[in-house]
């Protein structure tokens, strides 16, 4: 079982956006120091939610920092970005890195973003596969043109290839955030792992994996294909070790809520649609109950029976919920230290 931390940079209430950030690489270099698995990466763009506006850029810089973890974003959101400038930038982390770096893309939302980069709202409620497509091709093959409807251009060499890098599995791994059914089927389709997020129990989980199988089979794709892209789901949840249960719930009860509506209220729709806020307080409290938040034994419990349920054996942990650095870095290492080694 693979453990890793999500840092979204979320910058607490009464917080500069410098200490979210300072706290989000702390997190990265104690992660690896902790022994474990993996670091992933959250952007947004405007929004208290999280500071970070390029998942790429902050892998870049961890990865120059770290030696041994793997880095991902979680996820480069693919609508406001040229897929072609994003494949570059992943293949040269890919292959400077020596193979550490996972491309996590995703939809995003229907967010100001969409204006504000020039995308319009088409590039999110349609232009996806467009785009994930024409990434794909990027990351496999030698020359490249555009002759879909958002992206047409002439054949041109791919400079870096991810398949330069010559020592283990040369391919840069790809995953998909999956939200819905047609998400899903996309992922499935291509035969991509799924990031599938925190706000989801081990019950949906468990179908939307059975969903991804069946759909990735239907495509044409062998067992053997599927079983290997299957390896690299991953479940995206919220981490707070404490001595007891109830004092690990309490920090996040103390802090969350405030982030959660400061970072959730400053979202802005490109056009004005209806949004549906989350009660901060219920929603901090389902993630309680969702995921590993509690005593080591505890935790690592939590984690195993989500693995036995849903067949994901790959983790991407909130462990900033505190807000407080300090808290951070010390709840890593008992993630590191008193959870993890309970999983093997």
């Known amino acids: ?54 998942a790429v850029t902050l892998a870049a810089l961890l990865l120059g920092r770290t030696r041994r ?16 400038a994003l494949a570059e930038q992943a293949a040269l982390l890919h292959v400077t890195s020596g193979g550490r770096f996972t491309l996590g893309v995703g939809r995003g939302g229907p967010w100001v973003d969409l204006e504000v980069f020039g995308a319009g709202l088409e590039a999110y409620e349609s232009g996806f596969p467009e785009s994930l497509d024409l990434l794909l091709r990027w990351l496999r ?3 490249v043109s555009g002759d879909g409807p958002r992206h047409r251009f002439r054949e041109v060499a791919v400079v870096p290839r991810p398949q330069e890098l010559l020592d283990g599995d040369a391919a840069l791994e790809t995953v998909v955030a999956c939200t819905s059914p047609r998400s899903v089927r996309l ?5 991509l792992p799924m990031l599938l997020g925190m706000h989801c129990g081990d019950e949906e989980k468990a179908e939307v994996v059975a969903l991804w199988r069946r759909e990735a089979l239907a495509a044409g794709h062998t067992q053997d294909a599927v079983a290997s892209a299957a390896a690299g789901h991953v479940s995206a949840g919220v981490a707070q070790i404490a001595d007891r249960t109830e004092d690990a719930a309490e920090t996040l009860l ?38 590993p938040v509690g005593s080591p034994r505890v935790a690592a419990d939590r984690l195993a029976a989500t693995s036995e349920r849903t067949g994901i054996t790959r983790f991407a942990l909130l462990v900033e919920g505190s807000g407080d650095v300090a808290a951070t870095e010390e709840n890593v290492r008992r993630l590191g230290a008193e959870v993890a080694p309970r999983l093997d």
């Open 69 to 84: 973890i793997r880095v991902g974003t979680a996820v480069s959101v693919l609508p406001t970005a040229h897929p072609v």
């Open 187 to 191: 992922a499935a389709e291509r035969c």
């Open 254 to 291: 103390k802090a969350m809520p405030g982030w959660l509506k400061q970072g959730l209220d400053a979202h802005v729709t490109v056009d004005g649609r209806h949004r549906t806020m989350r009660d901060p307080v219920a929603y901090t409290e389902l993630l309680c109950r969702l995921h």
């Open 141 to 143: 093959e030698p020359r």
């Open 1 to 54: 079982m693979r453990v890793g931390t999500f840092v979204l940079a979320a910058q607490f209430p009464g917080q500069g956006q410098g200490e979210a950030l300072h706290r989000a690489v702390r997190s990265a270099e104690v992660a690896e120091e902790a022994g474990l698995d993996s670091v992933w990466l959250a952007e947004h763009h405007f929004v208290p939610y999280g500071v970070c506006p390029s």
